[in-house]
């Protein structure tokens, strides 16, 4: 795990200098203006995608609620939404983990999109849903990108796969919420939430890591 310690702002603006397609693909470097709310942040996070081991492929098809499950089996729990951002963005507030402008290359973002069954997704058969999953598979071992790394030294917080995080900000509608897009959502960032899917759903691209408190200092 690292630790990630700093000051988390709710909203930040930037100045865009890439726009299509109604996302935003470059930021002016170093401009910015952090505003309210400001969070302290100081938690330790898992370096890798659940099950946090460089070169496994990461866990998908878990519910929030399977997923709080994994991370307080070892004594862990899922991270908060701001403890995500601030880790992925550090205390520069990069809109990329590696900096201004999105580069297609440097994390698993720009796989193309295949189509999906979701009553085979939603089969009450094991068998059936793990198939599925299966053929919309383009995620990649964790790591394998070596670029796609935090100014924390956190990887694949930008795609690869979604994650799950506990909401910080009250006016989503769920506890739960995700991060990060996945490999076939070229725009994803630090910032932006899907704040659309309660604890039970699960899909085909979203997995998670765990975030614990650290040990008190001296």
Not at 190 to 200: E, K, L
Not at 202 to 207: A, D, L
């Amino acid at each position: 795990m690292v630790l990630v310690e700093g000051t988390h702002s709710e909203n930040v603006q930037r100045i865009c200098t890439s726009y299509r397609g109604g996302h935003c693909y470059g930021f002016f470097p170093g401009l910015f203006a952090a505003e309210p709310r400001f969070t302290p942040v100081r938690t330790c996070m898992d370096r890798h995608e659940w099950p946090n081991r460089a070169g496994a492929l990461p866990v998908v098809m878990l519910r929030y609620v399977e997923a709080e499950r994994e991370c307080a089996a070892v004594g862990k729990r899922l991270c908060t939404e701001f403890e995500w951002e601030l880790a992925c963005e550090g205390p520069a507030a990069l809109p990329f983990p590696y900096g201004y402008a999105q580069d297609p290359a440097a994390c698993n973002v720009s796989k193309p999109y295949r189509g999906i069954s979701e009553r085979r997704l939603a089969s009450s058969d094991p068998a059936v849903r793990a198939a599925e999953t299966q053929r919309l598979w383009q995620g990649e071992p964790s790591g394998s990108y070596p670029a796609c790394v935090s100014p924390y030294g956190v990887v694949d917080l930008v795609g690869n796969v979604e994650e799950w995080v506990s909401t910080s900000r009250p006016e989503w509608p769920h506890r739960s919420s995700l991060k990060g897009g996945y490999w076939s959502k070229p725009w994803a960032g630090c910032r932006g939430t899907n704040d659309s899917h309660g604890p039970m759903f699960r899909f085909y691209e979203i997995g998670f890591r765990c975030c614990k408190e650290p040990a008190a200092g001296p």
